[in-house]
C-alpha cells in the first residue's frame, strides 16, 4: 500500500526507512558491507552509549557450536555513531560476543526497522525522538481505579499505535477496585482488544502485602503477548511494575543472567525490553519516564486506514481531509450512511472521529 506519507527524516535525525517486507531485510549485496560474521541481536536498553544486547539461542548446526542465550554489551562502531539505536532495534554485531563480564562488543549495522513509537517532544528536548522500535502490539495499561481510567489518555495512545502500524490492546488493572464495564462500553465500537487484570487476594487482606496478581487473567494476557514484541505504556500508579513483574518473574532465569537489564538494575530512563523467551521472539518493552508519545506527526489517512471497514472511504475525501466531523466533504459520512460500515457503522465513526480529536489535546500522560 502507498500512502503518503510525511517525511520524518527532516524532523528527526534517527529515522530509517521502514522495512517494506519481512524478505526485504539483508541489504542489498553491493551496499552489504563486511562483517559476514556478524550475528543479529536485538536491543534491550541505552544506557550512556552503551547497548545491551539480547542475543538469542542459537540451535546447533553443522557450521556452528550453536549457543546460549545472553546478553551482550556493545558501543557502535565508529560507522554507526550518527547513526540512533533505540530499545527493540535489531542490530548486527561483531567482536566478543560472549557476553562475559568486561566484554565489550561493536555495533556494525542496523536493521531496517518494522515499526517505530515516539514520545512526544517536551522542554529540554524540542524533537519527537524515536523510543521504541519494532514493537509490534502496544499493550495500554490503566487502572479500574485508583486512579481513575482516562479515556483522552488511551485515546492518544490507541492513535499514536495506529499511526505507527501497531496494534493497541487495552488492559485493565486493579479489578478488585471498579467494575470495567463502562471503559468496555466505550470501546465496543472500536473493537479494541481489551484484557482484565485482577489480584487473587482483595481488599480484606493487608494493604501492605503486594497483590498477588490472578492467574487465569495473566496466562490470557500472556498468550495474547507470545510471539510478539509488545511495548507497555500506562500512567503512573496502575500497577504497571506488579503486572511486569508478575508477567516476567517466572522467566527471569533465561539465558542465566539477570533478565531484566543484563547488568543488575535498571536505572537510565531508556525503554526496557525484556524477553520472555530463549529465542527472543516474544518480549515485552517496558517504557518508563515516557509520559506521552509523539503525536505532531500522525497522519490521519494512516490512523483511519487502521479500520478496515471504513479505510476504504477516504480515496473519496478531498485532498488533505482530517476526516473529522466538521472537514468539508469529508467521505466517511457517506460511506457509513450507505451502510460500507455495517449496523454499528456510525457509532464506530464518531468513536474514531474522537480518536483523531483527542489526539490533538496536549494533555500528559499522568
Ligand atoms: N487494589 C489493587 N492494587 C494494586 C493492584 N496492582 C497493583 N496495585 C497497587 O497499586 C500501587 C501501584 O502499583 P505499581 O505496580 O507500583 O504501579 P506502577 O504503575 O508501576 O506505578 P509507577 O511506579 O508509579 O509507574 C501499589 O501499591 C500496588 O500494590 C491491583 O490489582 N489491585
Ligand atoms: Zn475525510
Known amino acids: 500500500m502507498s500512502r503518503n506519507r510525511i517525511d520524518y527524516s527532516r524532523y528527526d535525525e534517527s529515522s530509517v526507512p521502514k522495512r517494506p517486507s519481512k524478505r526485504g531485510s539483508r541489504p542489498r549485496t553491493k551496499d552489504r558491507p563486511a562483517h559476514e560474521d556478524a550475528i543479529t541481536g536485538r536491543v534491550t536498553t541505552v544506557d550512556r552509549g552503551r547497548y545491551t544486547i539480547f542475543l538469542p539461542a542459537q540451535r546447533k548446526t553443522k557450521s556452528s557450536r550453536g549457543a546460549k542465550a545472553r546478553y551482550i554489551t556493545a558501543m557502535r562502531a565508529r560507522e554507526m555513531r550518527k547513526t540512533a539505536i533505540v530499545t527493540g532495534d535489531l542490530v548486527d554485531v561483531v567482536g566478543d560476543t560472549s557476553g562475559d563480564d568486561g566484554t565489550l562488543a561493536r555495533i556494525v549495522r542496523l536493521q531496517p526497522r518494522e515499526t517505530v513509537l515516539r514520545r512526544s517532544a517536551d522542554d529540554t ?114 500497577g504497571k511494575s506488579t503486572l511486569l513483574n508478575a508477567l516476567t518473574g517466572a522467566e527471569r532465569a533465561v539465558g542465566h543472567v539477570n533478565v531484566v537489564t543484563g547488568r543488575g538494575r535498571h536505572t537510565s530512563s531508556s525503554a526496557l525490553a525484556i524477553p520472555l523467551n530463549q529465542a527472543g521472539t516474544s518480549m515485552i518493552i517496558d517504557t518508563p519516564g515516557i509520559r506521552s508519545f509523539g503525536m505532531g506527526l500522525v497522519d490521519p489517512d494512516t490512523v483511519v486506514a487502521a479500520f478496515e471497514d471504513l479505510g476504504d472511504a477516504i480515496v473519496n475525501c478531498p485532498r488533505g481531509c482530517t476526516h473529522t466531523e466538521d472537514s468539508p466533504g469529508c467521505a466517511l459520512d457517506a460511506w457509513v450512511a450507505a451502510g460500507h460500515a455495517g449496523e454499528s457503522g456510525a457509532q464506530r465513526l464518531a468513536s474514531l472521529r474522537r480518536l483523531l480529536a483527542n489526539r490533538l489535546e496536549s494533555e500528559d500522560f499522568d
Not at 126 to 151: F, G, H, K, Q, S
Not at 185 to 206: C, M, R, S
Open 125 to 238: 528536548d524540542a524533537y519527537e525522538r524515536i523510543v521504541v522500535a519494532n514493537a509490534d502490539t502496544l499493550v495500554i495499561v490503566v487502572a479500574a481505579a485508583n486512579p481513575e481510567p482516562r479515556t483522552g489518555f488511551i485515546d492518544r495512545a490507541m492513535v499514536a499505535a495506529y499511526d505507527a502500524g501497531i496494534t493497541p490492546i487495552l488492559c485493565i488493572t486493579k479489578t478488585d477496585l471498579a467494575e470495567p464495564d463502562t471503559l468496555r462500553e466505550h470501546y465496543a465500537h472500536l473493537k479494541l482488544e481489551i484484557y482484565t487484570i485482577g489480584p487473587v487476594n482483595t481488599d480484606d487482606g493487608d494493604p501492605s502485602l503486594a497483590p498477588i496478581l490472578h492467574p487465569a487473567d495473566l496466562d490470557a494476557l500472556q498468550d495474547r503477548l507470545s510471539g510478539h514484541i509488545s511495548a507497555l505504556i500506562g500512567p503512573s500508579g496502575v
